[in-house]
Nanobody, 124 residues
Framework: QVQLVESGGGLVQAGDSLRLSCAAS????????MAWFRQAPGKERECVAG????????YYADSVKGRFTISRDNAKNTVYLQMNSLKPAEPAVYYC?????????????????WGQGTQTTVSS
């Protein structure tokens, strides 16, 4: 049983940084795609970043390139999302997701396993 547990969300000011963590358990994640999604009220769930666990290859939504960085710690089975220069338009619930895809995907329908989400609020 795959389990994903996010942490690190909170209230920050515009321009601040925040690091989210996703602790994964339940299997070996080689060749899995691990991704971070976010969903604001009334909006669709959006993929902001992903990483192929074994290769370390990462991908980003255009809206966060240059500001967000995804990384993983093999020893801790944990994926991180470093978010810098946060904008007031970016408050959302951030979710960690994973699946064996053979590559990366921005489509939430491709992911079977999801964490419970962590709330991030950005004040102006």
């Amino acid at each position: 049983q795959v389990q994903l547990v996010e942490s690190g969300g909170g209230l920050v000011q515009a321009g601040d940084s925040l690091r989210l963590s996703c602790a994964a358990s339940g299997r070996t994640f080689s060749n899995y795609a691990m991704a971070w999604f976010r969903q604001a009220p009334g909006k669709e769930r959006e993929c902001v970043a992903g990483i192929i666990w074994s290769a370390g290859t990462s991908y980003y939504a255009d809206s966060v390139k240059g500001r967000f960085t995804i990384s993983r710690d093999n020893a801790k089975n944990t994926v991180y999302l470093q978010m810098n220069s946060l904008k007031p338009a970016e408050p959302a619930v951030y979710y960690c997701a994973c699946d064996f895809l053979g590559g990366g995907s921005y489509d939430p329908r491709d992911y079977r396993y999801w964490g419970q989400g962590t709330q991030t609020t950005v004040s102006s």
